[in-house]
């Protein structure tokens, strides 16, 4: 139990364009969904929490314009780099967590995206 | 905010050899400690976790061991094996969480 998905696992994409990234809880609800950065042998960014039905909350350097967070649904948030750039380029995951109580972050697998 | 450090950045050890990773936090708020193993492109695995109120915990060759006082906690793996070799990353918090900086750790035959 608790899988979480990713769509899609890579892309690439042209700079100025936009790219969307699914995150889906498979066999549990999601009451909160996180979304993170990781560069190259770097540690997890934590970029902003996302709560079902309400507006995400965004870390302190994360832009909101830029990054557009989406959680409709208790097994579905989406992010969408706008305008993306070359220095968006990175790797992107999501977790999700099984309950307001609870604390375990199940990842999901990750989505590489190359702004070219 | 909460603010993670861990050691060492990179560890190597031989096959059967015991890996110990540090970790402090500043926030005594937090009360959750998970431990992630990542492999290269791929997602963070949960390999274990203690809560404020334990300060043990062991799960076959992984312990990790919390004190609350000094605001630190370790991973300590016994019996090292190949496939132990990922890089470990040690987070806190409650739901939101602050990972730390990764330890890359090599098992060598």
């Known amino acids: 139990g608790a899988v979480v998905s990713q769509h899609p696992s890579w892309v690439i994409c042209k700079s100025g364009t936009s790219v969307k990234i699914e995150c889906r809880s498979l066999?549990?609800?999601?009451?909160?969904m996180f979304w993170y950065r990781q560069f190259p042998k770097q540690s997890l960014m934590l970029m902003a929490t996302?709560?079902?039905?309400?507006?995400?909350?965004?870390e302190q350097g994360v832009e909101k314009d830029k990054f557009l967070i989406n959680h409709a649904s208790l097994t579905l948030s989406t992010l969408t780099v706008t305008s993306a750039h070359p220095e968006d380029s990175s790797f992107y995951i999501c977790?999700?967590?099984?309950?307001?109580?609870?604390?375990?972050?199940?990842f999901g697998p990750g989505t590489r995206l190359l702004v070219l | 905010g909460e603010n993670v450090e861990q050691h060492p950045s990179t560890l190597s050890v031989q096959e059967g050899d015991s890996a110990v990773i540090k970790c402090t936090y500043s926030?005594?708020?937090?009360?959750?400690f998970p431990w992630y193993k990542q492999e290269l492109g791929k997602r963070p695995q949960l390999i274990i976790d203690?809560?404020?109120?334990?300060g043990e915990k062991k799960d076959q060759r992984i312990a990790v061991t919390l004190n609350k006082t000094a605001k630190h906690f370790s991973l300590h793996i016994t019996e090292t094996q190949p496939e132990d070799s990922a890089v470990y990353f040690c987070?806190?918090?409650?739901?939101?969480?602050?990972f730390g900086t990764g330890t890359r750790l090599l098992v060598s035959p």
């Open positions: 987070a806190a918090g409650f739901q939101k969480l602050v």
């Open positions: 203690i809560r404020s109120n334990v």
């Open positions: 977790s999700a967590i099984q309950g307001a109580q609870k604390e375990t972050q199940y």
């Open positions: 996302s709560n079902e039905g309400s507006k995400a909350t965004y």
């Open positions: 066999d549990f609800q999601a009451t909160t």
């Open positions: 926030d005594s708020a937090s009360n959750y």
